[in-house]
């Protein structure tokens, strides 16, 4: 039996589990790399933010470090996650999607700052807890539903 290593008492309540999360657990992989890209990706923009937030305001230096994660990311996205062709549609699409993470951000960042009081240093970090699952949904979707052919 392959669940030799649960006691016996849980073995069927794991068994129904597996059977439940198999068909989300096909996509893990994809999964894997979309956190590794986007944990450097949000490294990578959240040093730009600091090194702009310092001389500029929250909007314009959120604002540039977004505009310049959306090249990175759509490339690694595109040949890495997803393992598809970048075409002309996706990139559009792809835009679409990162348009609406930014409107969603920006307006995280206003509550947080604005409204919640908190520092604008911290905000960013927990506006990625509600916009780095949607960017997965919706990047995932163009990526997979745009007619170019995955890479071999």
Avoid at 11 to 34: A, Q, T
Avoid at 50 to 55: E, G
Avoid at 86 to 112: N, P, R, S
């Amino acid at each position: 039996m392959r669940y030799n290593w649960l006691p016996r008492a849980a073995r069927p309540i794991w068994s129904h589990l597996s059977v439940r999360i198999k068909p989300y657990l096909k996509h893990r992989h994809e999964i894997g790399r979309f956190v590794v890209c986007g944990a450097v990706n949000a490294v990578l923009t959240y040093g730009i933010y600091v090194t702009f937030v310092a001389f500029l305001s929250y909007r314009i230096s959120y604002t540039i470090s977004f505009v310049s994660g959306i090249a990175f990311s759509y490339y690694v996205n595109a040949r890495f996650v997803f393992l598809t062709k970048m075409d002309a549609l996706k990139a559009v699409l792809y835009l679409l999607v990162y348009l609406t993470q930014y409107l969603v951000g920006l307006g995280c960042l206003f509550l947080l700052i604005d409204v919640a009081r908190l520092n604008k240093l911290f905000a960013p970090l927990l506006t990625l807890l509600i916009t780095v699952p949607l960017t997965f949904i919706a990047a995932r979707y163009v990526m997979r539903r745009s007619p170019a052919r995955p890479r071999d």
